[in-house]
């Protein structure tokens, strides 16, 4: 999730690691980038994200992106992930 100014320059490093044409030199880039995006990262079930859930990053359907606009859309600081609880009564 993008929740600050960090998240959105790590987002751009990851764009620019996976740019990388060279397989050595992007799992390298991953390998240090990828840890310090876990904190910005959330792993909902996805049969319970499916109703609300965000948009592919970087075209990506593995992974998805909120944006710093939405994220109250999709997260809640007390709750977590935020999904329609009727899919589950």
Known sequence: MEWDEEATRL????EEAL?????????KALRLLLPRLQAY?????LRRALENLPPP?????DWRHVP??????F??????????????L
């Open 68 to 73: 710093r606009e939405a994220v109250g859309n």
């Open 19 to 27: 740019a990388q044409k060279d397989p050595k030199e992007r799992r």
């Open 57 to 61: 990053l970087l075209g990506r359907e």
């Open 11 to 14: 987002l751009g490093r990851l």
């Open 41 to 45: 990262t959330v792993s909902p079930l």
């Open 75 to 88: 997260y809640d600081e007390e709750v977590g992930f935020l999904w329609e609880m009727e899919q589950f």
